[in-house]
């Protein structure tokens, strides 16, 4: 059981550039969210989903896009990287709050993102 | 809207003291979910605790305990007789039902116990 697994752990990128990061899940948890967290600072919600097919915005979705094909996986593509997205990036899934002691969030292990 | 204040930017205490890490919400929502996680230096997040807006009691897990206060929207985490390990940022988060599934983060505070 390997719980949210992220890739990469780190990556730097060009101005302009485009990448994806990739995320995915084997506890079969509905609700799926990507987060960034810029140094010092606490956690913004970049897109979450809710279940296969359904993806929204959440506070910071600027630069950002998200596809939710398949219940397991989650990728964030970013494109035009700017240094402003400079950040690390955890990616997290959960079942609905209230539904059990696996309504937490449980997070992946970050991706190191900088753009120069 | 929904809101998580964590004051407290920095902590610093000497080993084996206890402190108390301070968390207010803000939330319109009956049903509500609380939550402590953990980030120690080697940047994972850790779950410590969940509580719902219906269960006020305080929790005790071995030197962790929470204050829940509905009447003063506040969350608190006291570590007691705190051990060098505790250093880490601890953030509280904030969901409920009736908010798109957004789990909203404090800013989080940063524990530092001295030897």
Redesign the interface.
Known sequence: NAGVTQTPKFRILKIGQSMTLQCTQDMNHNYMYWYRQDPGMGLKLIYYSVGAGITDKGEVPNGYNVSRSTTEDFPLRLELAAPSQTSVYFCASSFPPGTGPDSPLHFGNGTRLTVT | AQKVTQAQTEISVVEKEDVTLDCVYETRDT?Y?L?W?KQPPS???V?LI?R?SFDEQNEISGRYSWNFQKSTSSFNFTITASQVVDSAVY?C?L???NY?????????TRLSVLP
């Open positions: 049903t979910y939550f996680y940047g994972e997040l779950f969940r719902n953030f988060a969901s409920s039902d798109g599934q957004n789990f909203v983060f404090g800013p989080g």
